[in-house]
Every structure is written in structure tokens, then in C-alpha cells.
């Protein structure tokens, strides 16, 4: 909710266009799927933007919708459920000691790129399989580097925060359907089927927006940079370049 300015899996303050999604990961939050890294889908919008923009005038951006949070054994066998009634999501998931589940096919695929004037296709952040095995090594090291290590052993924080390392996956999802594509209505329904008392609202973080509300285009995108709102930041180090390879850019979740 940007009470604090970062976490362990980043090296920077939460990106701006974060913010236009800051409702929807505080509901993923609050209902177990943590967050570590984010982005909202974007069809079209103007390179100079100044929330989405990147790579110089005269172009355009997209992306497509992407989450990477560590999950509990639980919340991931529903997450995949739910997943298989959207053909557009993929995944990837693994635990501490390697065991892993996918729907993914075998190789790289983009999640940001932008058409600018006389240039070919720029790609600068792809998801890799392979990649993101060998980021998950840091990303589940930091719990206890970073992290347990402040607490003393015998506290119930470092108990927690052992046990979220030890038990958790870390998990990658992505819709390829950058257009119409509804990343957040997969985490809703999982949490629905998870908390079936508390309805699609789940938990105390309050009920979705509608679908039409998470559309980014030319047409809909912010005019002015948004403040940070919520702490969710990219994972930083030499773990975060080789899962998501990329350059540096301005307004976005990985910048």
C-alpha cells in the first residue's frame, strides 16, 4: 500500500503505471498470492507517455499483462485450475527445491515491445523458462538473507518467514491477450473458489473493478504520471536481468 519504499526483490520504488492496478494487487495481497512484481496490459499507447511511454518519440508501446507472486501450496493448485478455463494465461511455478508445474510452451516469449519510426520491433523484457529457473535461486534466498535474518531465531517472524521460503512457489503468470485479456479476473475467480464466503470480493481488500476499468490504450491512458501507491517493485540483481531480459526504460514495472 507504499508504506514502506521497497522490498527484498527490488532495487527501486514501486514504477508509476503500478498504480493503475494498485486495487487489484492489494486484493492479491491480502489473499495470499504476495506480489513481487507486476504489470498492467497496455495496447497502443504513445512511446511519450509519461506513465507507459519508453524508447523515444514517435512510437508505441504494449504489453501484455503480467504477475510474479510466491503462493502457498493451496492457493497454487486453485490458481491452476482456474487457469485452464483461459486459454490466453501461461505459467510457470516452482518451489525452493525445484519442483515445478507449467502450461507454458518451451521457449521465450515478449511482454513489453514498442513500433517506433524506421526501426524494427524493440523487445526489451521477455519471460524465459529457463531464465526464471535460475532466478528463483535469489528470489527464495532473499527471504532469508534479506530478510528472516533481522528477526532473532527463536521469534515467531523468523518462524514465518522460514516457513513462506521452505513451503511457498514462486510463481509467473502471463495472458498473452493484450487487447481484451483479464489477468486479474484469474486471481478473482482462484480466490473466490479459495474463500467461497467471502464471494468474488475476497477478503478485506474489496471486490474487483470491472474489466473495462484495467484497459490501458491510447484512448484510456493516464495523462499525468500517478504517485506510487501500492510497494511493488521488480526484482533487482543478477537473478532479475537473466529472468526477465531487458532493457532500461522509463514508466514501467521492470524500469
Avoid at 504489453?63 to 510474479?68: C, D, G
Avoid at 527464495?140 to 534479506?146: E, G, I, P
Avoid at 493516464?222 to 526504460?249: D, E, K, N, W, Y
Amino acid at each position: 500500500k507504499g508504506e514502506i519504499p521497497r522490498i527484498p526483490w527490488g532495487s527501486s520504488s514501486l514504477a508509476s503505471e503500478s498504480g493503475t492496478i494498485h486495487e487489484e494487487l492489494v486484493l492479491l495481497n491480502t489473499n495470499g498470492f504476495l506480489s513481487i512484481n507486476s504489470q498492467p496490459r497496455v495496447n497502443g499507447v504513445r512511446s511519450d507517455d509519461p506513465t507507459f511511454g519508453w524508447g523515444g518519440p514517435g512510437g508505441y508501446v504494449y504489453q501484455k499483462a503480467y504477475v510474479e507472486c510466491f503462493v502457498p501450496p493451496a492457493n497454487l493448485k486453485v490458481l491452476m485450475e482456474v487457469i485452464k478455463d483461459f486459454p490466453s494465461v501461461s505459467f510457470h511455478a516452482t518451489d525452493a527445491r525445484g519442483n515445478t508445474y507449467s502450461n507454458a510452451a518451451k521457449g521465450a516469449q515478449a511482454v513489453t515491445w514498442g513500433a517506433f519510426p524506421c526501426r524494427e520491433i524493440v523487445q526489451p523484457t521477455i519471460v524465459d523458462a529457463d531464465s526464471f529457473m535460475v532466478w528463483k535461486d535469489e528470489a527464495f534466498a532473499l527471504w532469508l538473507q534479506q530478510w528472516a535474518c533481522i528477526y532473532d531465531e527463536d521469534s515467531p517472524s523468523y518462524d514465518l518467514i522460514c516457513d513462506i521460503h521452505d513451503t511457498y512457489f514462486l510463481v509467473n503468470v502471463v495472458d498473452s491477450d493484450f487487447t481484451k485479456g483479464d489477468i486479474f479476473e484469474v486471481f478473482s475467480r482462484a480466490i473466490e473458489k479459495l474463500h467461497p464466503e467471502l464471494g468474488v470480493a475476497g477478503g478485506s481488500g474489496g471486490a474487483l473493478p470491472g474489466p473495462a476499468s484495467r484497459l490501458v490504450t491510447a484512448k484510456s491512458a493516464p495523462a499525468t504520471t500517478r504517485a506510487p501507491i501500492l510497494t511493488h517493485v521488480a526484482a533487482g540483481g543478477a537473478g532479475g536481468a537473466a529472468r526477465l531480459r531487458q532493457s532500461r526504460r522509463r514508466g514501467g514495472s521492470f524500469a
